[in-house]
């Protein structure tokens, strides 16, 4: 085997190397959804937020905008704060939007569903969205139920 | 710069440096002063003490096992004494440097049992690796020296040949020229007789001698075989026991009075050294059976 | 019982020797490293061995262990009525663990086997005594070039595996059990994260590689120089990687998947 051969055989292998190393990260990964950023932020506030989780997927009618980017406990306001980053192109949303914490299928991850309102202004950077639905709980619900049932 | 004058400068450099420093040291090339090693539960060397001088071939010769490989390492730096000092051409080898230890090895030569070929390269690169890694002459320059070196050990024409096609005798000349690429101070012969047919035993020996008298390379041979290493020697040392037994030129040392070096040097299966391992009486075990 | 006790305390002092007998090798292996860049023709040699020479195991076995994926996590998903979710079940179990392990451990058996008997029949043959006569270090000429081929296909070699696999199952699961061809995509785009995922399964691969290719080179450096010797230090090299992948991918999986958020 001589050398130039073996030098090609080693180009190649690197190569396909690499070659899998993009697939993976092009057809496998969700590198294709991730935003490149420069969009801009909404802030929203829940009773409780259930399972969402920072990068959870923030759309409208079904089509991912944006994502959960922060979420911690606001004490003056004394309800979960949700920050969300959303794409630049998406700019029309209005001041009147409401998010919900939704479940996709029934044992997935929870989301953010934004419903757009009626105002003719839009939301802009720093924005808070005022009508919120918190996430559903279980146990809320059996309770709900359960009182229903009782109070026949 | 014509090929000449490189040659010039290059052999002038190497060899005349040789000599320039002989004349200011009068000094043996290799003097051991009481040499002490272990190697795990044995005392390989008791105190040896002995001096090799400058452009004589040195013979280091007894029984198998007491340790003459190690002796060998033990000059060239890769293993330390427990006790006592080596010194390589007024430098005390243990207490260098790696840098410049290295640059002591790149002036000795050695010659291993084996070859100790790199067997995924051909003799010709084989020759020439001292060349590559050491130096930066030019690649025709290269060419001509391993050449030569070649066709001083008679092998110029097997320079394609891997050495996995070499016999023996012919991987052993290859690392002999090999082990003369750089125009060492001193060349360390490892059993170089050791497993040869006659016709190549005796070309090794005529090439040790030549080596010796016109590139005046000082020469260590460890061996145990007699007749040849005697017949090239100017000067022996018997080791036994880990140290030195006896010592002197050829005459002297047959004429020893020593009744072990005798048997030694004239192949007596009886002697000091006795035929039968110890064990008891040979009549006595024959007829009462092991359970005497 | 004190003889027990005598022969652990024994053990695991040798064990301790190994170990940091060991280190000091690898410290002069790395500090090696700086004289490869002026002789990148033993790198590029080495890769050849290395990790041309074992595409052909990667590959085949990359591609079986995705299409076992595809078949098993069919069957299981289809209890729950998910089965278009396979995609999902393939390509992380791959990318996350398969891909690195597995692959480390072919590796080890492969090339880490090779390595170790290379530079131990260099070491029986005498070649090693004689490169250090000839005032040639051969940890950098013999041992760092290999090391460094190691180091730098085995996340390679990794993600060969991974991707072939991903591909297995697709084989199986949409070409012969009928799972929807977008489905298997998309939701393994959507779960599959760059940087929890992937990234995580490449510096897995990345450890692995350093532990398993050190571990080759230094059993072959420190095998006894006879044939015995070097066959017993080939074992190790196999048996010793693979333990320390296994017990390095639990560390590693806990410490990068061990909390979700």
Known sequence: ?152 | MTRASVYHAYFHSTVNADIDTDAAHDRPLIEIRDLYFTRGQQQIFNGLSLNIERRKITALMGPSGTGKTTLLKLIGGQLRPAKGTIYVDGQNVHRLRRHALYDLRKRMGMLFQSGALLTDINVFENVAYPLREHTRLPEELMRDVVLMKLEAVGLRGARGLMPSELSGGMARRVALARAIVLDPMMIMYDEPFTGLDPITKGTIVSLIKQLNQTLGVTSLVVSHDVEETMSIADYAYVIAEGCVVESGTPPALSKSSSAWVQQFMRGHADGPVPFHYAASDYVHDLLAGDSA | MIDTIRSLGRWSLNLFERLGCGSIFLLRVLVGLGSLVTRPRLVVRELYSVGVLSLLIILVSGLFVGMVLGLQGFVTLSKFGAENSLGVVVALSLVRELGPVVAALLFAGRAGSALTAEIGLMKATEQLSGMEMMAVDPVKRVVAPRFLAGFIAMPLLAAIFSAVGVFGGMFVGVGLLGVDSGSYWSQMQAVVDLHADIYNGIIKSLVFGFVATWIAVYEGYDATPTSEGVSRATTRTVVNTALAVLGLDFMLTALMFGNPS
């Open chain 1, 1 to 152: 085997m001589n050398t130039r051969t073996q030098e090609i055989l080693v180009g190649l292998f690197v190569a396909a190397g690499f070659a899998a190393l993009f697939t993976l990260a092009m057809r496998v990964s969700n590198l294709s959804q991730l935003d490149t950023g420069g969009g801009y932020q909404v802030n929203a506030f829940f009773q409780n937020i259930g399972g969402l989780k920072v990068g959870a997927p923030v759309t409208i009618s079904g089509v991912t905008i944006g994502r959960v980017s922060r979420i911690w406990y606001n004490p003056k306001q004394y309800k979960a704060e949700v920050t969300m980053d959303i794409a630049p192109s998406q700019d029309y949303l209005p001041k009147d939007t409401s998010a919900s914490i939704y479940t996709a299928g029934l044992l997935g991850e929870q989301y953010l569903a934004l419903e757009p309102g009626g105002s003719l202004q839009n939301l802009k950077d720093g924005d808070v969205i005022h009508f919120t639905q918190s996430a559903l709980l279980l146990e809320e619900i059996v309770g709900d139920l359960l009182a229903r049932m009782t109070t026949k």
